[in-house]
């Protein structure tokens, strides 16, 4: 299975979102801030970013705060990529 | 409210639900994050199968919002096809399909293995309690509460007094709920009580509204949303719901009410003829995944 390049997870989150929720997003804007979307939503991001790119999101990084933007869910995911590449954290 | 706050301790309760569909799963989670030991039963093979995925899925949707105490173990899951493991539990909640048959048959049958005593809640949007209290053994045992969905979620329970609920039970509901970090509020007895006697009929409205081609579905909930300070939206809220439930709702509504506001509409009719029940088949208004 061929994965994104590191460059491009914001760009897919971005496309995503677009399709999911039929909204344009910036990479920085607070998804779930008043008006955005819904805390349900949210859990389709943790199932979405955990099959798109191979990494289990656990304990303390399982918390609201990790997927409010785009740059916030892409640190997330290079960070998770980068702690299994390592040979686990 | 929270007069009584400090709450019994979690494994003082043994609470047994019956019917694994959305909410008995959904109060499942509530209270095994809660650290309350549960017995779930259900008759439906497919949907015991799944239950403990499902409950694992919400725990983890519950502890992204922070909706869990931290230091508080899961509570012990047990997952059963049979009414008998309910006996030695300190409280039943029956979440079994909203069709008063099916409701007084579960409650006729789980009230005589129960001690005497023991808190008997009825989980319902629309039932009144005191027609379904006429089926349990010792009907002052029987309450009803009726949880939003995700139960985890929504703080606030609406716990309905029937006619005949006797004061033991009521502090027993408290106390559970306590337990819980639910806030209850207590109402009379009455088809939809408050929340469906006021949301549902409006929610049917909605579905109007798109069924006469006013609006779509997405402006519908983003006017009542932005202009009306609506959380979820009507129709978002359907989904979340289930719309076969809605419909089973707003039947038993408008049987009881003669409100012809509470007639099930065509387009939601035809929802629940298509299998596009809402977020739990992945479709209603909306569409979903994850």
């Not at chain 2, 008063?100 to 009230?111: G, H, P, Q, T």
Request: net charge negative; glycine share 10%.
């Amino acid at each position: 299975m061929t994965m994104p390049s590191e460059g491009t997870v914001e760009k897919e989150l971005l496309d995503f979102l677009h399709v999911r929720t039929k909204t344009v997003w910036e990479e920085d804007t607070d998804l779930f801030a008043a008006g955005g979307l819904s805390s349900l939503f949210a859990m389709e991001l943790v199932v979405h970013l955990e099959k798109s790119y191979g990494i289990a999101i656990r304990g303390a990084d399982l918390r609201l705060d990790n997927f409010r933007t785009v740059t916030g869910m892409a640190a997330l995911v290079r960070r998770l990529r980068a702690a299994a590449g390592d040979g686990g954290e | 409210m929270s007069e009584n706050n400090a709450g019994d301790a979690p494994n003082a309760h043994r609470l047994t639900i019956l019917g694994a569909g959305v909410m008995g799963v959904g109060i499942a989670t509530l209270a095994v994050g809660h650290g309350v030991p549960v017995a779930l039963i259900d008759v439906d093979q497919a949907k015991r199968a799944e239950a403990e995925a499902r409950i694992a899925h919400e725990l983890r949707l519950a502890g992204l919002m922070g909706a869990l105490p931290d230091d508080v173990p899961t509570g012990e899951l047990v997952i059963s096809d049979s009414l008998s493991d309910a006996a030695g539990s300190t409280a039943v909640i029956e979440a079994v399909t909203e069709i008063s048959e099916l409701k007084e048959k579960v409650i006729a049958e789980v009230s005589v293995i129960v001690s005497p005593g023991t808190l008997l809640v009825s989980n319902t949007s629309s039932i009144p309690i005191d027609e379904l209290a006429s089926a349990a053994a010792r009907p002052a045992e029987l309450v009803g509460t009726h949880f939003m969905n995700p139960s985890y979620l929504i703080r606030t329970v609406e716990v309905i007094r029937g006619a005949r609920t006797g004061e033991a039970a009521m502090d027993s509901v408290r106390a559970l709920l306590t337990t819980l970090r639910r806030r209850p509020v207590v109402v009379r007895d009455a088809p939809g009580f408050v929340t469906s006697r006021v949301l549902h009929p409006m929610i049917n409205d909605a579905a109007r509204v798109v069924q006469e081609g006013t609006a779509t579905a997405e402006d519908v909930d983003a006017l009542m949303q932005g202009c009306l300070g609506h959380a979820t939206g009507p129709l978002r809220t359907a989904d979340l719901i289930g719309i076969d439930n809605l419909v089973d709702s707003l039947n038993v509504l408008y049987e009881r009410t003669g409100d012809s506001g509470c007639r099930p509409c065509d387009l939601l009719l035809e929802k629940v003829r298509a299998g596009d029940i809402g977020r739990k088949s992945g479709r209603g208004f909306y569409e979903y995944e994850g």
